[in-house]
């Protein structure tokens, strides 16, 4: 009839493969990456902690060879997620935490965060004006709206009032990119 499957033992080998397809699909930290394996070994191997700890031994070790040969990097990660994210229009404060959950030290967060305000003018109303144009708040808005609401989505974002108020002072578009840019 049916032969019966084994399970694949999990071995270095299997999470290497692991590793290196999810590499291979996602940037990630050493940290996230650990998680992720972590997670695995788990669904694998529910019932057998001993399995989980040796599998925990060596997900450790392929991490710290990632990291020494440059395919995990945590700095470059910090670096790139931070200039998207503020592109998307997040707060600084919203892409620092951001930056944390994926298990980026902060020392990395911060050189990521301090590289976006050595680019030049205020990224943190660079990030508002890309907000407010994603959601169609203050000079993007189509029709009038209420200007507490208005700060009130800025503010959970993660935007100060001073921000949230320089941008909705803005009368149309043009002017809220001006501010955007520094001018």
């Known amino acids: 009839m049916g032969e019966e499957t084994r399970p694949v033992p999990v071995d270095a080998a299997l999470i290497e493969r692991w590793a290196l397809g999810y590499l291979g699909r996602f940037a990630s930290t050493g940290e996230n990456l650990r998680r992720v394996l972590r997670r695995r070994v788990q669904r694998r191997l529910p019932d057998d902690r001993d399995a989980r700890d040796a599998a925990g031994a060596a997900i450790d070790a392929l991490v710290a060879r990632y990291r020494a040969s440059g395919l995990v ?76 609401k208005e700060l009130a989505a800025f503010a959970r974002a993660g935007f100060s009032r001073a921000t949230a108020e320089a941008v909705l002072n803005c009368a149309t578009p043009e002017e809220a990119e001006a501010l955007a840019r520094g001018n």
């Open 73 to 148: 990097d945590d700095a470059a990660y910090a670096a790139g997620r931070a200039r998207a994210r503020l592109r998307r229009g997040q707060s600084l404060r919203t892409i620092r935490a951001g930056l944390a959950a994926k298990g980026v030290a902060a020392e990395e967060a911060e050189a990521a965060i301090a590289a976006l305000r050595d680019e030049g003018g205020d990224p943190d109303l660079a990030a508002a004006c890309a907000f407010a144009r994603r959601r169609r708040l203050g000079p993007y808005r189509r029709v009038p709206a209420d200007r507490d």
